[in-house]
Nanobody, 121 residues
Framework: QVQLVESGGGLVQPGGSLRLSCAAS????????MGWYRQAPGKQRDLVAT???????NSADSVKGRFTISRDNAKNTVYLQMNSLKPEDTAVYYC???????????????WGQGTQVTVSS
């Protein structure tokens, strides 16, 4: 059993900053790529940023230069530092991880429960 627990969401004014965290727990043997996705009301879930175990990152064009993804492999945790937030960044942010857990046949895709980020004055 693997759980991803997000924290750090909330209400922030345009131009402000937030830092999201996502900690993976359970019978984890290894974690591959971790990432953040977001879903605004009435829209599909979109990629925000991903990071490999080695630290290679990829991010959506809409957040380049404003959001930074990082991870702490020792803590099984991924972070998303969000600066210069805009109203269009308002969404539920979901953590994602590719995890090899004990008792399974290989790496599987896991999701967190989501955390709301609202950017509004």
């Amino acid at each position: 059993q693997v759980q991803l627990v997000e924290s750090g969401g909330g209400l922030v004014q345009p131009g402000g900053s937030l830092r999201l965290s996502c900690a993976a727990s359970g019978s984890i043997i290894s974690i591959g790529t971790m990432g953040w996705y977001r879903q605004a009301p009435g829209k599909q879930r979109d990629l925000v940023a991903t990071i490999t175990r080695a630290g290679r990152t990829n991010s959506a064009d809409s957040v380049k230069g404003r959001f930074t993804i990082s991870r702490d492999n020792a803590k099984n945790t991924v972070y998303l530092q969000m600066n210069s937030l805009k109203p269009e960044d308002t969404a539920v942010y979901y953590c994602n991880a590719i995890v090899y857990a004990a008792g399974t046949a290989g790496h599987y895709n896991y999701w967190g429960q989501g955390t709301q980020v609202t950017v509004s004055s």
